[in-house]
């Protein structure tokens, strides 16, 4: 299983950014796929995921109504489209992936999203 986050940068408070995360090695819809953010000083936090088997998604209190969720099955993409972003988003943003029904999952490397304020 191999993921690959891209679309990080930097962008003022208000501002959109969509990240992108490209998977391989795996049959797409027998996992979940989702996006953890770390900022410094503060825990891993689960920010999103979407099953694409039935369209299920899920959102952190702090991201819902501004971070929309979406994949691209034929293509194994999942994106990450964020709005209004403010400076407590600032972080490297994760994509991983979940065998749905078992604790094997797997972590592609971060993509740093900063928002100035």
Not at 12 to 38: E, H, I, K, M, P
Not at 70 to 89: A, C, R, W
């Amino acid at each position: 299983v191999q993921l690959q986050a891209s679309g990080g940068g930097l962008v003022q408070a208000g501002g959109s950014l969509r990240l992108s995360c490209a998977g391989s090695g795996f049959t797409f819809d027998d996992y979940a796929v989702g996006w953890f953010r770390l900022a410094p000083g503060k825990e891993h936090e689960g920010v999103s995921y979407i099953i694409s088997r039935d369209g299920t998604t899920a959102y952190a209190k702090s991201v819902k109504g501004r971070f929309t969720i979406s994949s691209d099955n034929s293509e194994k993409m999942v994106y990450l489209q964020m709005t209004n972003l403010k400076p407590e988003d600032t972080a490297v943003y994760y994509c991983a992936a979940q065998l749905i029904g078992s604790s094997f999952n797997a972590w592609g490397k971060g993509t740093l999203v900063t928002v100035s304020s």
